[in-house]
């Protein structure tokens, strides 16, 4: 080969790797924005011609989702199927709940804000008791502002009392706990993504926090958001990583790479179908079906996630 | 003796040399007749000349170096000034800020050097326009009207406030605060007395901040204390909340977060701790203290700041919309959160007083007892079924960038979001 037709070739080589890596960019960027959320249908009522109340939590799987109808004291459980909602399966008075949690036997976990313990409901709705964390010697008071269960059944606790995330064993043994940072503004609500890394949203500077599965302290992975969202205080994670902050006060999802940095605004303050007027709760099931307790428009939301 | 004055002489020549060099730029660079510069300006600028006589006068302009700051010819900023107003005294003096400054004089950081310092000559020390406090207070009106009304006064604020404050920034402390407390304090104050000792129960409080007790500025009650005081403190009770003096961290508490304040203010808390929606600071870490001060404070209630600026610490987003808002609510402007809103614990939503948001805007806006577009539970929302026509399905409380904060820009739009059939 002469010298001329190597030159061609490593010329020719460059370019198709610069075409490469400029397509393999462009689709990353184009993945994240093409991730788009699809509006089903809205939740009013019972199915008994009740309505919904001020709903602050809900929590999902692939074939059933429970309400904490906080206004009406009760949760409620309903089955769907092909993304259409059954009539309620049960619903059980509870005193004033606000963050709901279902584990893998279907148990159902409920925060209850006036006495900001956690009831665990088995899953024909029955009571079992409430959660009282064995072995733990750091949380003496314990005031859960939120909590989560992850697939292994493991519970992580955002106990704003003691300042800490307490991680549970699925029969309420103490596991590790991670102290909150020195400075922070007020922590609402807390995620965990598939690799077990936790992430922590900081309502007051509109910030993340996130620490590694393996890590004894949280580091700020997005500083202050303001210029994107106004407070959030709820978050989830899809299975690819992104991070889903409700914005309470601006009526809108704020979504985030799993780096931290700010992607896309969905949906916006209201009252018509797609609109939100002070969401809390907000869960996304294993095959992206999307639910967000719209508190202060009485219902449940439930859209899908299009990839 | 003959080599005793030497430092002098080389001093002096050393800045003879520098003011004619300079000299020799100016005139350099605007091809200034030799004398001219100063002395061509002061020709006309007769008003200098006078200025000239004051007592300190800025350097560029005792070596007549004019356009050192000005341009004689043309320039894009007022007064011929060869850069803009609040950026041109940073040429020479961009050393006046501490680099990474906890706090920094307002006027210093937007370059607004003229309201302390006169850029020519002043009668003041470092060219300042009055001396000692008398410049602060021209100013700070406020506390000006707090300081002379106060009986119980702190001499040095009448002296001059540069003793405890740096005009410009401060590099560790808040307050441009040229030291923290209680460093700051026992630079007059000795703690060995044993006076100072048994007045503050044989706690260490020379390693605490005195602020948390003590007005600076000075107070209406002895001791300079602010003139709201929490009974324990008042009573010296400080055993009441905190360990023995004694003890290994004597400044820690019994109990912790609200828990410390259950045992005098138990019905309160109980009450409280039985509603539906609690605001959850006051159950976290630090509790009551997040919004109170535990010791005294010059807010009634024992508040930290006044009602507005303690919950715009958390609910920034929510006060910055009443601040853009063309219409102002009055209670928020006025600081009167607590008109609407219960802050500690309510049964209903956004901690409100009554589960009514109408009954709540009745208690102000009478006139809707009697003409009123449909409102109350029996009308429900057009545009959700789950919700009924209440004031705020129009108004947003805290604001909006529309009059009378609506949603909309204008009142035809806000309407045909529900009377769609009128809309064009």
């Known amino acids: ?54 709903p602050e939590g ?40 606000i963050v709901v949690q279902i584990n893998s036997k279907g148990e159902i976990y409920i925060l209850d804000g006036r006495d900001r313990r956690i009831l665990i409901l088995n899953a024909d709705g029955t009571e079992k008791g409430y959660l009282s964390p064995k072995g733990s010697p750091v949380a003496r008071k314990m005031v859960p502002k939120s909590f989560k269960i992850e697939e292994d059944d493991r519970i992580y ?27 922070f503004g007020f922590f609402s609500d807390l995620a965990i993504d598939k690799q077990g890394n936790i992430f922590l949203v900081d309502s007051v500077e509109a910030a993340v926090y996130s620490a590694a599965p393996d890590a004894n302290q949280f580091s700020q992975l997005s500083k202050g958001m303001h210029e994107y969202m106004n407070f959030p205080t709820n978050i989830a994670i899809d299975s690819s990583g992104i991070l889903y902050l409700v914005d309470k006060h601006g009526g809108s999802l704020a979504l985030l790479s799993n780096d931290g940095s700010f992607l896309r605004h969905e949906f916006g303050y209201g009252w018509r179908e797609s609109q939100f007027y002070y969401p809390a709760q907000m869960c ?11 508190r202060s428009n009485s219902r449940i939301q439930m859209f899908e996630s299009e990839k | 003796m003959k080599f005793r004055y030497t430092p002098i002489i080389f001093l002096s020549a050393a800045l003879v040399v520098l003011i004619a060099l300079s000299l020799v730029s100016a005139q350099d660079k605007f091809k200034l007749r030799e004398g001219a510069a100063g002395k061509l300006c002061l020709g006309c600028h007769e008003g200098l000349q006078e200025k000239m006589k004051k007592k300190f ?14 341009n004689p010819h043309t320039s894009n900023y007022n007064m011929l000034l060869a850069a803009s107003d609040d950026t041109i005294c940073y040429t020479c003096h961009d050393s006046v800020v501490p680099e990474n400054a906890k706090s920094v004089h307002l006027v210093v950081a937007e370059g607004k050097c003229n309201a302390c310092h006169d850029p020519h000559a002043a009668d003041y020390k470092k ?36 003793g405890c404050h740096d005009p410009h920034g401060s590099t560790n402390n808040d307050n441009l605060l040229n030291n923290g407390s209680p460093a700051i304090c026992l630079k007059c104050h000795s703690a060995d007395k044993s006076t100072f000792k048994s007045l503050h129960r044989n706690y260490p409080v020379e390693k605490a901040d005195c602020t948390s007790c003590h007005n600076p500025h000075g107070s209406n009650t002895a001791a300079m204390l602010y003139d709201n005081v929490h009974e324990p403190v008042a009573k010296r009770n400080c055993e009441r909340c905190h360990v023995e003096p004694t003890s290994s961290k004597p400044f820690d508490l019994k109990a912790s977060g609200y828990e410390t304040c259950l045992a005098c203010h138990y019905e309160m808390i109980t009450e409280v701790m039985n509603q ?51 219409t102002k609510h009055p209670p928020i402007a006025e600081g009167e959160c607590g008109a609407c809103h219960s802050p500690h614990s309510s049964d209903y939503q956004f901690i409100l007083k009554d589960e009514s948001v109408v009954e709540i805007c009745a208690e102000c806006h009478e006139w809707q007892t009697h003409t009123t577009h449909p409102i109350g539970e029996e009308f429900a929302d057009p545009r959700n079924k789950n919700v009924t026509m209440q004031c705020m399905s129009c108004h947003r409380t805290h604001g909006t960038e529309y009059k009378h904060f609506i949603y909309y820009s204008t009142i035809n739009e806000l309407c045909v979001q529900c009377h769609v059939s009128l809309r064009r």
């Open chain 2, 276 to 326: 539906s929606n609690i605001h959850w600071p006051l159950v976290d870490q630090k509790g009551c203290i997040n919004c109170h001060s535990p010791h005294a404070s010059s807010v009634k209630k024992l508040m930290r700041q006044p009602i507005l600026e303690v919950c715009a610490k958390c609910h920034a987003d929510t006060v910055a919309r009443q601040e853009r808002s063309a």
């Open chain 2, 127 to 162: 060219n300042l326009l009055r001396g000692g406090s008398e410049l602060c207070y021209e100013c700070h009106q406020s506390l000006v009207t707090q300081i002379n009304e106060n009986k119980y006064g702190h001499p040095p604020v009448k002296e001059d406030c540069a």
């Open chain 1, 58 to 97: 809900v929590a999902c799987t692939d074939s059933f989702f429970v309400v904490a109808d906080t206004g009406n004291n009760r949760i409620i459980k309903y089955p769907y199927q092909d993304k259409i909602v059954q009539p309620a399966e049960f619903e059980m008075p509870v005193n004033a709940p």
């Open chain 1, 284 to 294: 996304i099931s294993p095959a992206g079906n999307i639910f967000v307790a719209d």
């Open chain 1, 1 to 54: 080969m002469s010298a001329y037709g190597g030159n061609l070739m490593s010329k020719s080589f460059m370019l198709y790797s610069i075409t490469l890596a400029l397509l393999l960019v462009a689709s990353q960027a184009f993945g994240a924005e093409t991730a788009r959320i699809k509006f089903l249908h809205s939740v009013y009522d019972d199915g008994k011609e009740i309505s919904l109340l001020y």
């Open chain 1, 157 to 183: 606790i955002l106990d704003i009392s003691d300042g800490l995330v307490l991680v549970l064993d699925a029969a309420g043994n103490y596991i590790k706990h991670i102290p909150f940072p020195q400075e």
């Open chain 2, 57 to 70: 006068i800025h350097t560029p302009l005792t070596e007549g170096d004019c356009v050192g700051c000005h």
